[in-house]
């Protein structure tokens, strides 16, 4: 009986579950934190691996490993293999200027828009890998001569447990190439002349395997803690979104709602999407398909955030938020407290409106909290079926899942019901059911459907968006 590994190296952690390769059965798990703030150095990220192995109890029995990570985020290496600089990661938002001259340079505007979307699906935002290359060429000068490659997290990592043996084998997939701007999900191609437009030169980058192709072997000696394998394969990877959407057994025809760090919409698509908004990004998935996306900087931490100013922990938290009325009274939070990046607001700070002495109760602010971070999504969704996806299916993952008020107040607000499979670390099970494939080989995926699904249905209360609505552009931005 093979076992795998998957890896979720997402914002705030490292999660690995270790897995029956047939059956899709937990076997062992472990996790480590990762350090706070939007520019990380890469040791960071190999040092809670190592941790999460250890305490998984190694990697020595099993058959294949795959990483899912954190997408976009910039990691610089010199002709050595060396890390150039701390790698910016996706919700760093100071590389918003250099993205808005990318699209102006395009012809600015629409047309702008149009120019990248139909490039490469996606449109630059501050998140974006090609616009932190745009930053780092025009504020660090010294550190972009040294930059020979560049890769994305769970790029690195890959290339890290297969011993780090110079720049030649980077590897990474679809998924995750498809969000730096400069690789096309509808040509399967890079846009090398993209690269070059944002850095000013070409650079080494990793080659885009499939979603059944190697990178490789695990080396023997590459992890310190928790022991190699004897040999072991290594999986291409995912960007953490579509690892979840594998995981969790996404069908065209579901939407995936994930409220981790980021929140993400996004769903299975047999066709690439190319919105010149840029507000839903052209995606590719795991399989060789397409994953059309929205993203909001703000979710969990909303919860997170509402809780510190309550002084209570997130389970009480949600049983304020339930003990309030629908629409909490009219308090409507804005919860931008990252900057936003769906709408593009990378400067915005968020806001409370509606506030009066019936509102001004812990009970109403926890409640707004949860429903200003699901209207955000609910917009999304919005786009997204604007984009001619189906939502079939509303499927409900991510920790911000585990809070009770989300799953019960995600239907009233998106208008239809939502199902939520057990909680679970689905992005790592993404990466462990590509290892899986990898492992057993054949035509398709081995079948791990999450058993054990819910679903949760409310009338929508329709006033609630409407009055976020009427909020949402009502916000300050950041002193200077
Ligand atoms: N019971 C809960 N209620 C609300 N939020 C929760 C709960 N459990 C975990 N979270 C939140 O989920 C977030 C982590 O979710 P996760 O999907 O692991 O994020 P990421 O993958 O971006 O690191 C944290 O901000 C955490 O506070
Ligand atoms: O930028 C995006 C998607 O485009 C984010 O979804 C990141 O991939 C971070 O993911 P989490 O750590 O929140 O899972």
């Not at 000068?141 to 560049?150: K, T």
């Not at 990474?172 to 030169?201: H, I, K, N, V």
């Not at 993952?397 to 009233?412: D, L, Y």
Request: overall charge negative; aromatic content about 6%.
């Amino acid at each position: 009986m093979p076992l795998v590994a998957g890896f979720d190296s997402s914002t705030q952690s490292c999660k690995l579950v270790i897995r029956d390769a047939e059956t899709g059965a937990l076997v062992r798990s472990g996790r480590a934190a990762h350090p706070d703030g939007t520019e990380v150095d890469p040791a960071a990220w190999w040092a809670a691996l190592e941790a999460a192995v250890a305490q998984a109890g190694g990697l020595a029995d099993v058959a294949a490993v795959s990483v899912a990570g954190q997408q976009h985020g910039m990691v610089c290496l010199d002709a050595s293999g060396e890390v150039v600089r701390p790698a910016l990661l996706w919700n760093d938002t100071r590389s918003a200027g250099a993205a808005a001259d990318l699209i102006e340079e395009a012809g600015g505007g629409e047309a702008g828009g149009r120019f990248w979307a139909d490039a490469v699906g996606v449109v630059p935002v501050a998140s974006s890998t090609a616009t932190k290359l745009r930053w780092l060429a025009r504020h660090e000068p010294a550190n972009a001569d040294r930059v020979a490659a560049v890769c994305l997290p769970h790029d690195w990592l890959t290339w890290r447990l297969s011993g780090a043996p110079g720049l030649d084998p980077l590897r990474t997939d679809r998924s995750d190439a498809s969000g730096t701007g400069y690789w096309s999900p509808a040509t399967g191609e890079y846009r090398f002349d993209l690269l070059e437009r944002a850095f000013g030169r070409r650079l080494e980058v990793p080659d885009v395997l499939g979603a059944t192709q190697s990178a490789g072997a695990l080396d023997r000696a590459a992890l310190a803690a928790g022991g190699g394998a004897d040999w072991a394969l290594l999986g291409p990877g995912a960007g953490d979104n579509a690892a979840a959407a594998f995981g969790v057994g996404a069908r065209p025809g579901d939407v995936v709602v994930s409220i981790g760090t980021s929140g993400t919409v996004f769903s299975v698509a047999d066709a690439p999407t190319a919105d010149p908004t840029g507000t839903v990004a052209g995606f590719a998935d795991v399989t060789g398909r397409y994953l059309p996306l929205v993203c909001t900087l703000n979710a969990a931490r909303v919860l997170d955030a509402a809780a510190t100013m309550l002084g209570v922990d997130l389970d009480t938290l949600s049983d304020l938020a339930l003990s309030a009325p629908p629409g909490a009274d009219g308090l409507v939070m804005v919860p931008y407290l990252e900057g936003e990046r769906t709408p593009n607001r990378p400067s915005a700070t968020g806001s409370v409106h509606g506030l009066t002495l019936r509102t001004s109760t812990p009970a109403h602010l926890a409640r707004a909290a949860v429903e200003g971070m699901l209207c955000a999504l609910a917009d999304g969704l919005d786009a997204l079926t604007a984009q001619g996806c189906r939502a079939e299916r509303v499927i409900l993952v991510g920790g911000g899942a585990r809070s009770a008020a989300v799953r019960r107040i995600a239907p009233q607000v998106f208008g239809r019901p939502v199902v939520v499979p057990p909680p679970g670390e689905y992005v790592a099970d993404g990466a462990a059911r590509q290892a899986a494939w990898l492992a057993l080989g054949g035509q398709d995926a081995p079948d791990w459907s999450p058993a054990g699904t819910q679903e949760y249905a409310a009338d929508g209360v329709a006033a609630v968006r409407e009055r976020y609505a009427a909020a949402g552009d009502r916000v300050l931005d950041r002193p200077a």
